[in-house]
């Protein structure tokens, strides 16, 4: 007897330790999304008058102050350091995809086409570079994991499916 209840209580035990760590995992994901929404930019437009305001500058008609104290350099490249990050810990089993919130998973799909096009312009760290471009993170984990997910995203009103990553390489 003594014997069925210590089994019983050992896997009663290694049932909880399981279900702990998936807990885990759920909030986790819920807490990143969550965190990720709050925080959330939209980098292209971000991008887009960051570049009429370097074009601005250079043109003469402001300051130097008035675009050197801008944030949307730093704002973009931690917006994809983000993506990049969650990415990561997705791809090592760290998360829950499956409570990651669509916003952040579309995003995850939409984040290459977006450096891409945040590459075409004429962004600088630099108001004064008109050649230096804007240092972006490279997608490593971000495409990994976008090409994971079966995702179609809107975007535009164009949709994005997260199979299209898997064809442009």
């Known amino acids: 007897m003594a014997l069925v209840v210590s089994f019983l209580s050992s896997g009663f035990a290694v049932y909880q330790w399981w279900t702990s760590g998936r807990d885990e995992k759920i909030r986790a994901t819920i807490e990143i999304s969550n965190k ?3 925080d959330a930019i939209d980098p292209k437009p971000l991008g887009q008058s960051y ?3 370097l074009e601005e500058f250079r043109s003469g008609s ?3 102050t ?3 104290g801008l944030e ?12 990049e990050y969650i990415s990561y810990l997705a791809n090592r089993g760290k998360l829950e995809p499956d409570y990651m919130s669509q916003f952040v998973k579309c995003d995850i799909v939409h984040a290459p086409a977006d450096m891409d096009y945040l590459r075409s312009l004429p962004l600088s760290e630099d108001p004064k570079d008109e050649k230096g471009a804007l240092e972006l993170p490279t997608l490593i984990e971000t495409t990994k994991f976008a090409e994971q997910l079966n995702l179609v995203c809107p975007i535009s009103g164009k949709t994005t499916n997260s199979n299209s990553i898997k064809n442009n390489k």
Not at 73 to 81: G, L, M, Y
């Open 72 to 83: 949307a350099p730093n704002r973009i490249r931690k917006h994809f350091e983000r993506l």
């Open 51 to 53: 570049a009429v305001a």
């Open 62 to 64: 402001k300051e130097f």
């Open 66 to 68: 008035e675009i050197a």
């Open 36 to 38: 990720f929404n709050e």
